[in-house]
T-cell receptor, first 116, second 115 residues
């Protein structure tokens, strides 16, 4: 089956610093990846759609300058949280779109970000 | 805009029994996909079952089946012969047939399974 990894699984950073989260498709190529945010005991909210070789599409209300997304290859998308604040602390989940035999998203295990 | 509602924040079931999780949605589209995802304590999202709206037959995957009522915009998940490993958060999700980008998730139902 399609496997998606995320690194790191947990990260703690100081307020004002930037942190990068990687999302990799391990055994398939993904033109499209997605980044979600999940607050404690809440649902997943789509932040942005990452397309290989082009700019990401951000959902309404998501600051593109704060959450930088780069999809430089068919197996790697990165989310960089810039100038992190404690309110950015959350669980970030990526997924990758498989199109054959049918469109389906496969999810990574998530990254717990804590900003102190 | 489409919305997905899960009205049961928590449910519980005894091992080997059957439990049904509810989901309703709102859309003006006639064709779409519906999903149930499981999120165990590990937080890894796992696809449980999927339903294409144009199919009248309810999807089944082993012990998991759905009751898809298109007119009522209802999509419930039935778990038969519940196992301890079924304990997790369950999310209902909607995806437009015309826009493969977005999964719209409900708020989730936490399922506890008692031995």
């Amino acid at each position: 089956g399609a496997v998606v990894s995320q690194h790191p699984s947990r990260v703690i950073c100081k307020s004002g610093t930037s942190v990068k989260i990687e999302c990799r498709s391990l055994d398939f190529q993904a033109t499209t990846m997605f980044w979600y945010r999940q607050f404690p005991k809440q649902s997943l909210m789509l932040m942005a759609t990452s397309n290989e070789g082009s700019k990401a599409t951000y959902e309404q209300g998501v600051e593109k300058d704060k959450f930088l997304i780069n999809h430089a290859s068919l197996t790697l998308s990165t989310l960089t949280v810039t100038s992190a604040h404690p309110e950015d602390s959350s669980f970030y989940i990526c997924s990758a779109l498989v199109t054959v035999p049918r469109d389906e998203q496969y999810f990574g295990p998530g990254t717990r970000l804590t900003v102190t | 805009a489409q919305t997905v509602t899960q009205s049961q924040p928590e449910m519980s079931v005894q091992e080997a029994e059957t439990v049904t999780l509810s989901c309703t949605y709102d859309t003006s589209e006639s064709d779409y996909y519906l999903f149930w995802y499981k999120q165990p304590p590990s937080r890894q999202m796992i696809l449980v079952i999927r339903q294409e709206a144009y199919k009248q037959q309810n999807a089944t995957e082993n012990r998991f089946s759905v009751n898809f009522q298109k007119a009522a915009k209802s999509f419930s998940l039935k778990i038969s012969d519940s196992q301890l490993g079924d304990a997790a958060m369950y999310f209902c999700a909607y995806r437009s047939l015309y826009n493969t980008d977005k999964l719209i998730f409900g708020t989730g139902t936490r399922l506890q399974v008692f031995p």
